[in-house]
């Protein structure tokens, strides 16, 4: 067998792996030991660099330890050398599913800090695009779980919705993945011509094919016997380990950030909050599909109360927050997306610290695997929906 | 000692009307050894090609379209390109295993194809036991996969090779017992025997004529079930199981090595397919009781002229690409199961149900 201890030893800092003690049963030539697998850090079940090392006895899992770190960019030290205007172009590539929601973050909390006004009709399409690309990131997971568990065909299906998505978003802001549509202060530019019929109409073509995700996937044989019960996390230890998100709301707890603590105007219109009721990979599932017809009723509503008006506000030359700092959470596809701005006053930021959903929900693996089949691990490990380059910025 | 060998196998080619049989013996063995591997390299491509198209209108895409007319090149295409690609053995890997394991995979799926018949008279050899030699000679492909997975020196290899033994073993005797159970109703174990007898076979009591797929629905879906789990096929794919274990047995091969493990299983999706269509589907028959042209004045299945036997052969193949249709599409359709679910399935349903339909058939033999 191939030992991976000598490669541990070439990079001490990248392998914990000694941290486990590996028992050894029996005695004379009957010695065995417990098998150390490491997946990742690449590896098909992991999308993306990351790495997890399981302790196993046969197929069952007796220990797991994620291992994180390979998508380290440095974001945060790059945005104290960036303009505020610029750092939306950083911020929507640590979790490029979401992009648009990651600058909206950022520029929300500029804004707070400078306590600009921003124009009601910006507010509203920055709520209507934020929704678009909350759909875009779930179609994305429902896609690579039943990919994990074998089905290959959802995956098809949620790419061509997503095309379809894609579309519409790069009509209005020219980008597919990085959008940087959000500016300090408002918008690019005004939706073009027709975006809201094509909006209106694509909102409806989704809701159409939304059941046909629930026979496909979640009303499954195989996929139920696959998923339920696996890998259940109770809403406590969810809650002490800060996951956040379709994970959280899973165990049936509805914290969501639009909710209990609206930004934009998502006071003003009613905000469903599907919840699961045990945790488990399938209420997670669940969670997220609905959560898309969830996005598509307060898409709808959008589309009914978009006010005319302008679309952003004169800056001066010199963006500058003023000294002070400020923390600002949206509610992410993902989860709880936090940014900690802090300024001397200067035109970059002084630090912007990024609690991240995903690096949250990392948390829970350990938890969540101990005792669990290979299988069933990785059944769990796509269920605690996560974005590489979310978790190491 | 020489002769003797001569006339047992002279006997052999000589047992029945098979258009591969000559006068000469010699011509017969190049003859029907050019037959079978023919089938066997064109007909899992052809099988392959179908699978290509069929999951890709299923999954709202188009398939293979660029190679040769409407994309029918691309598994050859494919081949090309393996054979091309570096051959890759881990240094940590045990050599002649590792060497030798996707042979032994494959040539199992070749042997077969000697006593599979795919027309009247349309075959290499009507073995007597010709039922038991395919059941025999396929459970060798899992010594394959074994030294596949244990040779690698890779612990995703090891797990996947250890989960194929013990899948293949689990429903290897479901497999077994409802071919037998094929067996007692025919009353013979020749393939063309099997055959003949369901064009003979009529419902106790009537002048109605079915296949054996009416009296034994039931075993015609626990062998359906069995082909597909034996194969590795989704949803029973655990051996391979790429979003866990990489690709199983598979992960460390490389180039033709690889070629010729994926061949196994285009091979074995049509072997499997073709044995269901003998055992339950009647063979080369259009619909029960209603003869091939050509063949009505000698009551039997064989020299049906060139119309006939065409036709026979085309009939099998197109029931031979419905049943890997119906493959593909649980392919499409269903995640995977997981190991502990496949065993459970295998023990626990499989195996009772089929020693129950072995029995209610051979009670219902002996009234009847």
């Known amino acids: ?393 | 000692m020489s002769e003797v060998l001569w006339n047992t196998a002279a006997s052999f080619t000589a047992q029945s009307t098979s258009i591969t049989t000559f006068d000469s013996f010699a011509v017969s063995v190049v003859v029907k050894i050019a037959f079978a591997l023919g089938l066997f390299f064109v007909v899992p491509i052809v099988g392959g090609y179908l699978e290509h198209k069929v999951m890709g209108r299923m999954q709202a895409r188009r398939g293979p379209v660029e190679a040769g007319p409407f994309g029918t090149l691309q598994l050859v295409a494919d081949g090309i390109k393996f054979i091309q690609k570096e051959d890759v053995i881990p240094r940590a890997a045990d050599r002649w295993v590792f060497a030798a394991a996707p042979g032994v995979a494959l040539v199992p799926g070749m042997l077969i194809f000697l006593v599979l018949p795919f027309g009247p008279g349309v075959f290499a050899l009507d073995l007597e036991l010709g039922l038991f030699y395919a059941l025999a000679i396929s459970s060798v492909s899992v010594l394959g996969i074994l030294m596949g997975g244990w040779a690698s020196a890779n612990k995703f290899s090891l797990i996947g090779g250890l989960r194929a033994g013990g899948q293949l073993i689990a429903y290897e005797l479901p497999l077994i017992l409802a071919a037998i159970t094929v067996a007692v109703q025919a009353g013979t174990l020749s393939l063309v025997g099997i055959v003949e007898a369901q064009a003979t076979f009529m419902l106790p009591g009537t002048e109605i004529n079915v296949w054996y797929v009416f009296p034994q629905i039931l075993g015609f879906g626990i062998f359906f079930l069995a082909a597909m789990a034996e194969l590795s096929r989704p949803p029973f794919d655990m051996p391979i199981a790429d979003s866990e274990l990489v690709f199983g047995y598979m992960t460390e091969y490389t180039g033709i090595k690889f070629a010729m493990f994926l061949l196994t299983e285009y091979g074995g999706m049509i072997l499997m397919s073709a044995l269901m269509v003998v055992l339950y589907l009647g063979g080369w028959q259009l619909l029960p009781g209603v003869p091939l042209p050509g063949c009505e004045g000698t009551g039997g299945l064989f020299d049906c002229g060139v119309t006939g036997t065409l036709l026979g052969v085309g009939i099998t193949l197109g029931k031979i690409m419905a049943l890997v249709f119906l493959m593909v599409w649980a392919r499409v359709a269903y995640p995977r199961l997981r190991e502990d679910q496949l065993q459970r399935f295998a023990w626990l349903v499989l195996v009772p149900l089929a020693l129950l339909n072995l029995a209610l058939v051979g009670v219902a033999k002996v009234v009847f």
């Not at chain 1, 950083?90 to 929300?108: I, K, M, P, T």
């Open chain 1, 1 to 393: 067998m191939s030992d991976l201890s000598t490669r541990e030893r070439v990079h001490p800092g990248s392998a914990p792996g000694e941290d486990f003690h590996l028992e050894i049963v029996g005695d004379g030539d009957f010695q065995t030991a417990d098998m150390k697998l490491s997946i990742g850090p690449a590896h098909p079940a992991t999308h993306g660099v990351f790495r997890i090392v399981l302790e196993m006895d046969g197929e069952r899992v007796t220990g797991a330890r994620p291992v994180i770190g390979y998508m380290h960019r440095g974001f945060e030290k790059l945005a104290e050398h960036r303009d505020y205007r610029q750092i939306k172009a950083l911020v929507n590539r640590h979790d490029w599913l979401s992009g648009f929601s990651n600058e909206l973050g950022v520029a929300l909390a500029v804004e707070r800090m400078m306590e600009m006004e921003v124009p009601d009709r910006a507010q509203w399409i920055r709520m209507l695009l934020a929704e678009w690309n909350r759909i875009l990131n779930h179609l994305m997971f429902i896609g690579s779980y039943a990919i994990e568990l074998g089905a290959i065909t959802p995956m098809f299906y949620a790419f061509r919705e997503r095309e379809d998505i894609q579309h519409l978003l790069e009509s209005a802001t020219g980008g597919r993945l990085h959008f940087t549509y959000n500016q300090v202060g408002g918008l690019k530019i005004d939706l073009p011509k027709g975006f809201l019929r094509q909006s209106t109409e694509l909102s409806a073509l989704i809701r159409k094919r939304v059941p046909d995700y629930h026979d496909l996937v979640l009303g499954n044989d195989i996929f139920q016997a696959r998923t339920v019960g696996v890998g259940p996390l109770p809403p406590e230890v969810a809650l002490s380990l800060g996951v956040t998100g379709p994970t959280l709301h899973a165990t049936g707890v509805p914290e969501d950030s639009r909710v209990t603590e609206p930004y934009l105007k998502y006071g003003e219109i009613d905000v469903d909050v599907p919840v699961g009721e045990n945790g488990d990979s399938f209420d997670r599932f669940y969670c997220l599909l609905a959560r898309i017809s969830a996005s598509l009723d307060i898409i709808d509503q959008i589309h009914d109360h978009l006010p005319a008006g302008p679309v952003n506000t004169k800056l001066p030359k010199m963006v500058k927050a003023p000294e002070g700092a400020t923390y600002l959470r949206t509610e992410n596809p993902l989860g709880q997306l936090g940014y900690w701005l802090e300024s001397d006053g200067g035109r970059t930021p002084w630090r912007l610290k990024m609690r991240t959903p995903s690096f949250s929900n990392v948390q829970a693996i350990p938890y969540l695997l101990e005792g669990v089949l290979v299988p069933d691990a990785i059944a769990v490990l796509g269920s605690v929906f996560f974005v590489v380059g979310d978790i190491d910025r």
